[in-house]
């Protein structure tokens, strides 16, 4: 057998929290893979809302999903999804981190990925999940990757299960995960 | 969907690793629950090697796999593996901490526990797995735990894989899994 990598135990998970119809969140759009994979699993029926600061980002989303009539891409800041959002979501996901292939000094930010974070806790269906892939190796991203351990170590065990996958014995900072599932309402 | 607790996930890495007719250790026979459970994976072709140096616990194994003919109970340390095992083996497993409805006070240590699963990786096969599940809410598990992850964590990437799967918000340290994977034999 082969240990789960870290991206496909990812999709794994989404996989398995998405049904047909949801709404559901990429919070970091990027190269709109992940925009792509859960515009696939949400169908026809479904939404997918994708959020990028950066305008590059969103072309390549906008080019990768252009036969997909179930997104919604907004360029503009994660930390104002519950301006756009408004239903339940099934899921969300986060690739923290810069751009890859773009410009490495813009990156996600501790205040507004809490921020949004949040916002998708508040909006997800119990056995939802929010999924946070966390890159630390750039500069900037211990402190994010701190921040974020910090608040989701403190959501409620009642109402919140928070798995961390993690390969552990790799130099350079490889990314991980957190999974973070809603048990109850409140 | 619903995370997969700890110990669900451990036993779906065994199945994923174990092959009929491996070879296999469980090094804290305990209550015998591993130990059936693996017996059960290698079938008859295979074997377990169960460990346990309290008498209540091996005995309480035999009980529970006394329909089984491929299993080698030995009342001993698991810091002497190696001086019963010499063929290659599919997979290890690890309990750490005390036997459950036993003696509290008599619990795994951290040199005799080190040395149990470097005997392990060095008998195990390519993509075969050591599983150590760690409890450290007892007294003198946080030294345990502190121990093995020093420990697991220097493993080289070019041979192994580890991997931590780790619920982080939950009170009263509950356990967590670490998996080791070879991926080369050196």
Chains 1, 2 share one sequence.
Do not use: W
């Not at 179930?70 to 899921?91: F, K, M």
């Amino acid at each position: 057998m082969t240990l789960m990598r870290v991206l496909p135990f990812t999709k794994l998970l989404l996989e398995q929290a998405v049904e047909a119809g949801d709404h559901v969140i990429d919070g970091t759009a990027g190269n709109g893979h992940d925009t792509l994979f859960l515009a696939e699993l949400v169908g026809e029926d479904g939404k997918v809302y994708a959020f990028d600061i950066q305008a590059d980002a969103i072309k390549a989303t906008r080019e990768r999903v252009k036969d997909f009539h179930n997104v919604e891409l907004i360029h503009g800041s994660h930390a104002e999804i519950d301006q756009h959002v408004t239903s339940p979501i099934g899921a969300a996901v986060f690739n923290l981190g810069y751009l890859p292939k773009g410009d490495h000094s813009i990156i996600t930010k501790a205040g507004s990925t809490l921020a949004a974070i949040s916002q998708c806790l508040h909006l997800l269906k119990v056995h939802g999940i929010v999924a946070i892939v966390i890159y630390s190796g750039h500069e900037g991203g211990s402190e994010e990757r701190d921040a974020v351990m910090e608040f989701v170590s403190q959501l409620p065990q009642v109402q919140f299960d928070v798995l961390q996958y993690q390969f552990i014995n790799q130099q350079h900072s490889p990314p991980f995960l957190v999974a973070i599932e809603k048990k109850r309402i409140k």
